[in-house]
Every structure is written in C-alpha cells, then in structure tokens.
C-alpha cells in the first residue's frame, strides 16, 4: 500500500462566488465544477484545477481560525509581483514575508475573505535543504558547560 499523492484540497468559505474569482483571477485556476443546486456533498461547491491540483471550495462556516496553517502552492519567483498585483486588486490580504535563510526561496503569503492563508513560494525542498545546511555549517557549535 501506498499513499500517491494528495488527491484534494477543500476549502470551507462563506461566499462560494468571491472564491471562485479569486481562485479564477487571482491564481488563474481553471473551475471545472459547479454543483449548482444538485446536492451530491455536503453544501454547494465547485471544484478548480491549479496546475494538477484539484481544488475545492464549498460554502458553509465558521470562518477559518487565523493561524500558520496554510496551503503552499510553487510558483517561479519571477511571477510573484504580477500575482501580488492581481491579489492586492481582489482585496485580500498580502502578509509581509517571515524572515528566510539565504537560497531558501522567496515566498508571498496572503490570506482570502475567509482567513485561509496560502503561500506563494518560489523554491524546492531540495534548495530549502541545502540553505538549511549551509547555514548550519556556518554556526560555531555551542561550547558545553
């Protein structure tokens, strides 16, 4: 037995149609589903591809916590401002950056109306490794007491 992959992501929102702009417009997805009044889940949804990511937003609540938690999608570093503008011309909140080790990869985090934060991050596990590494080279070992 094996675990693939991740099969989906399903986001809970208030306002099924705002998602679904900014999914459309903000991350340029492609929304392949409405269920439109037919009751096969929970609540009303839609379904998106990003990439080969099968997304979901479904209308319900409670409004998500504000925390880290959060869903990281790789985009090219050279594409972040044009997103940042697509976002910010949404309204969502675009979030200053966290503190980054050098080669690790620039990131863009922003939250949707319904206080899901999403990162936009330009790097690979492997160069994350690899900064991580070489910053721990860098550190002197702490001296025993």
């Known amino acids: 037995m094996t675990v693939r992959g991740i099969s989906h992501a399903t986001f809970v ?5 705002r998602t679904a702009r900014l999914l459309r417009e903000g991350l340029g997805a ?13 609540s009303r949804e839609k379904f998106f591809l990003l990439g080969d990511l099968w997304l979901v937003a479904m209308e319900g609540g409670p409004q998500a916590e504000r925390s880290y938690r959060h869903l990281a999608l790789a985009v090219d570093a050279c594409d972040l401002p044009g997103y940042r503008q697509r976002l910010q011309a949404l ?7 966290r503190g980054r080790i050098d080669g690790e990869g620039e990131s863009l985090y922003f939250r949707d109306h319904d206080n899901h934060l999403f990162e936009l991050h330009a790097g690979t596990l492997e160069r994350r490794l690899a900064a991580y590494a070489a910053a721990d080279a860098t550190v002197a070992p702490a001296a025993a007491t």
Do not use: K, Q
Not at 13 to 17: F, H, Q, S, Y
Not at 31 to 40: I, K, L, M, P
Not at 91 to 97: I, N, S
């Open 91 to 97: 309204g969502v909140e675009v979030l200053p950056g």
């Open 30 to 42: 492609r929304e392949v589903y409405d269920s439109a009044g037919r009751e096969h889940s929970l």
């Open 13 to 17: 929102v208030a306002d099924l149609e």
